[in-house]
């Protein structure tokens, strides 16, 4: 089974920057990392959990609206790791980030239900 290690998450002051790592291991026999799309989603306090970004196996992108400007996804096939630069940071981005990936069938899509593998979160605070 696919399993996601995200990390890269700490406590930064507004305007601040972080990169967030995600790797990738596990892939069932017929599929590969470099057949997949990864998204990372988070999840803020009492809050419902929210796609962040996403980028396919062919190197398209999709941010969230919030995001727009401030977060870049890349990823690393021969490392099978998905990044997300986050820079000039708000107390809004607080969260915990998730990275998912999309493995069986993947098109280019934020929801979250179309994923078919889930990874720990890693902790993102960002302080005013």
């Known amino acids: 089974e696919v399993q996601l290690q995200a990390s890269g998450g700490g406590l930064v002051q507004a305007g601040g920057s972080l990169r967030l790592s995600c790797v990738a291991s596990?892939?069932?026999?017929?599929?590969?990392?470099?057949?997949?799309?990864i998204g990372w989603f988070r999840q803020a306090p009492g809050k419902e959990r929210e796609a962040v970004s996403v980028?396919?196996?062919?190197?398209?992108?999709k941010y969230v609206d919030s995001v727009k400007g401030r977060f870049t996804i890349s990823r690393d096939n021969a490392e099978n790791t998905v990044y997300l630069q986050m820079n000039n940071l708000r107390p809004e981005d607080t969260g915990v980030y998730y990275c998912?990936?999309?493995?069986?069938?993947?098109?280019?899509?934020?929801?979250?239900?179309?994923?078919?593998?889930w990874g720990s979160g890693t902790q993102v605070t960002v302080s005013s």
């Open positions: 998912a990936a999309h493995v069986l069938t993947p098109y280019l899509t934020l929801d979250g239900s179309a994923y078919d593998y």
């Open positions: 596990g892939f069932p026999s017929g599929f590969h990392f470099g057949g997949s799309n």
């Open positions: 980028i396919t196996y062919t190197d398209r992108t």
